[in-house]
Protein backbone atom coordinates (compact mmCIF):
# COMPACT_ATOMS: atom_id res chain seq x y z
CA UNK A 1 0.00 0.00 0.00
CA UNK A 2 2.57 2.58 0.75
CA UNK A 3 4.42 1.63 -2.15
CA UNK A 4 1.06 2.26 -4.21
CA UNK A 5 0.90 5.86 -2.45
CA UNK A 6 4.46 6.73 -3.57
CA UNK A 7 4.29 5.60 -7.42
CA UNK A 8 1.00 7.92 -7.33
CA UNK A 9 3.10 10.29 -5.79
CA UNK A 10 5.46 10.69 -8.11
CA UNK A 11 3.27 10.40 -10.98
CA UNK A 12 1.38 13.46 -9.75
CA UNK A 13 5.03 14.83 -9.56
CA UNK A 14 5.96 14.13 -12.83
CA UNK A 15 2.30 15.16 -14.58
CA UNK A 16 2.79 18.82 -12.71
CA UNK A 17 6.64 19.10 -14.47
CA UNK A 18 5.67 18.56 -18.16
CA UNK A 19 4.46 21.88 -18.60
CA UNK A 20 7.16 23.43 -16.64
CA UNK A 21 10.16 25.76 -17.97
CA UNK A 22 13.68 24.63 -16.70
CA UNK A 23 13.95 27.83 -15.04
CA UNK A 24 10.72 26.33 -12.71
CA UNK A 25 11.88 22.84 -12.70
CA UNK A 26 15.35 24.40 -11.25
CA UNK A 27 13.71 25.98 -8.79
CA UNK A 28 11.33 23.21 -8.21
CA UNK A 29 14.04 21.40 -6.20
CA UNK A 30 12.82 18.13 -7.39
CA UNK A 31 15.38 15.55 -8.26
CA UNK A 32 14.36 14.56 -11.65
CA UNK A 33 15.60 13.28 -15.11
CA UNK A 34 15.18 14.83 -17.35
CA UNK A 35 15.96 14.97 -21.19
CA UNK A 36 15.94 18.37 -23.39
CA UNK A 37 16.39 19.43 -26.46
CA UNK A 38 19.09 21.91 -27.46
CA UNK A 39 16.75 24.43 -28.45
CA UNK A 40 15.21 24.36 -25.10
CA UNK A 41 18.92 24.28 -23.45
CA UNK A 42 19.44 27.63 -25.48
CA UNK A 43 16.72 29.55 -24.55
CA UNK A 44 17.23 28.30 -20.52
CA UNK A 45 21.20 29.69 -21.31
CA UNK A 46 20.06 32.72 -23.07
CA UNK A 47 17.91 33.16 -20.61
CA UNK A 48 20.10 32.89 -17.48
CA UNK A 49 22.63 35.11 -19.39
CA UNK A 50 20.32 37.83 -19.54
CA UNK A 51 19.41 37.28 -15.94
CA UNK A 52 22.86 37.46 -14.87
CA UNK A 53 23.40 40.81 -17.14
CA UNK A 54 20.59 43.00 -15.51
CA UNK A 55 21.56 41.83 -12.04
CA UNK A 56 25.36 43.15 -12.94
CA UNK A 57 24.29 46.24 -14.86
CA UNK A 58 21.90 47.44 -11.65
CA UNK A 59 24.84 46.57 -9.16
CA UNK A 60 27.68 48.80 -11.72
CA UNK A 61 24.94 51.38 -12.34
CA UNK A 62 24.22 51.40 -8.28
CA UNK A 63 28.21 52.03 -7.69
CA UNK A 64 28.41 54.84 -10.34
CA UNK A 65 25.39 56.79 -8.97
CA UNK A 66 27.67 59.36 -5.98
CA UNK A 67 26.02 60.31 -3.40
CA UNK A 68 27.48 62.62 -0.60
CA UNK A 69 26.82 62.04 3.03
CA UNK A 70 26.79 64.56 5.76
CA UNK A 71 29.64 64.52 8.83
CA UNK A 72 26.96 62.57 10.90
CA UNK A 73 26.22 60.40 8.26
CA UNK A 74 29.79 59.16 7.49
CA UNK A 75 30.48 59.08 11.59
CA UNK A 76 27.73 56.82 12.06
CA UNK A 77 28.75 54.57 8.86
CA UNK A 78 32.05 54.19 9.86
CA UNK A 79 31.51 53.93 14.01
CA UNK A 80 33.84 57.15 14.53
CA UNK A 81 33.63 60.37 16.09
CA UNK A 82 33.60 63.60 14.51
CA UNK A 83 37.41 64.41 15.63
CA UNK A 84 38.42 61.13 13.81
CA UNK A 85 37.26 62.29 10.35
CA UNK A 86 38.85 66.10 11.24
CA UNK A 87 42.15 63.90 12.07
CA UNK A 88 41.47 61.94 9.08
CA UNK A 89 41.32 64.72 7.21
CA UNK A 90 44.45 66.59 8.32
CA UNK A 91 46.07 63.13 7.21
CA UNK A 92 44.76 62.57 3.62
CA UNK A 93 42.87 59.65 4.50
CA UNK A 94 39.58 60.92 4.07
CA UNK A 95 39.25 64.39 2.82
CA UNK A 96 35.53 66.06 2.71
CA UNK A 97 34.53 68.20 -0.33
CA UNK A 98 32.56 71.04 0.03
CA UNK A 99 29.12 71.19 -1.71
CA UNK A 100 27.01 74.44 -1.38
CA UNK A 101 29.36 75.95 1.75
CA UNK A 102 28.88 72.55 3.31
CA UNK A 103 31.42 70.06 4.50
CA UNK A 104 29.97 66.49 2.63
CA UNK A 105 31.75 63.15 1.87
CA UNK A 106 32.15 61.09 -1.33
CA UNK A 107 30.42 57.74 -0.96
CA UNK A 108 32.69 55.67 -2.69
CA UNK A 109 35.53 56.79 -0.41
CA UNK A 110 33.55 56.05 2.93
CA UNK A 111 33.28 52.49 0.99
CA UNK A 112 36.77 52.27 0.28
CA UNK A 113 37.54 52.61 4.48
CA UNK A 114 34.53 50.08 5.04
CA UNK A 115 35.92 47.71 2.57
CA UNK A 116 39.33 47.58 4.77
CA UNK A 117 41.02 49.69 2.11
CA UNK A 118 42.40 53.18 1.90
CA UNK A 119 40.68 55.37 -0.98
Known amino acids: MIEADLQAVDIAKLQNTKNMSLQELLNSGQTINITIGLSDLH ?37 VDQSTLWRWS ?3 YLNPIEIGGKRRYRMSDVKCILNGGTK
Not at 49 to 64: C, M, N, Y
Open 43 to 79: EFANDLIQKTKSDLEEIVLADKMETYPTREQVCTLLD
Open 90 to 92: KRG
